[in-house]
């Protein structure tokens, strides 16, 4: 019977599955990396914006596809909500501040994804 084939030597056997471990290895370290920077990263909003309103009530609505996070009041992504009005009152001058009439906070905002 003719072989069709050469026989691999030993030296060739183990550098191809020393260089077979080392992708295998090298692909798990980049597939570890991959996930600890996604999870610390999945709580994080898509956008943040501020807003400063004179007193009295303003209303903040996210029209399409996105929710607000007022982190006063809802302190995770599951609490989101479409919108939510705020209440503003002048602050009276202090002796270390001057008087507010405007009033400022933050709002995180995640996007709506469709699955």
């Known amino acids: 019977m003719v072989k069709l084939y050469r026989a ?24 570890l990396g991959w996930s600890v920077g996604h999870a610390q990263n999945a709580d994080a909003p ?6 400063s309103a004179p007193a009295g009530e303003t209303k903040v609505e996210c029209v399409r596809g996105c929710n607000l996070l007022w982190s006063v009041f809802t302190p995770t992504r599951t609490a989101a909500v479409n919108g939510f009005t705020f209440p503003c009152s002048p602050k009276p001058a202090t002796a270390s501040s001057a008087p507010t009439t405007v009033c400022r906070t933050e709002f995180n905002g995640y996007l709506i994804r469709s699955n």
């Open 8 to 31: 691999v030597s030993t030296r060739q056997e183990i550098a191809m599955r020393r260089n077979a471990l080392r992708l295998t290895i090298a692909l798990g370290l980049i597939g």
């Open 46 to 51: 898509d956008f943040i914006f501020s807003v």
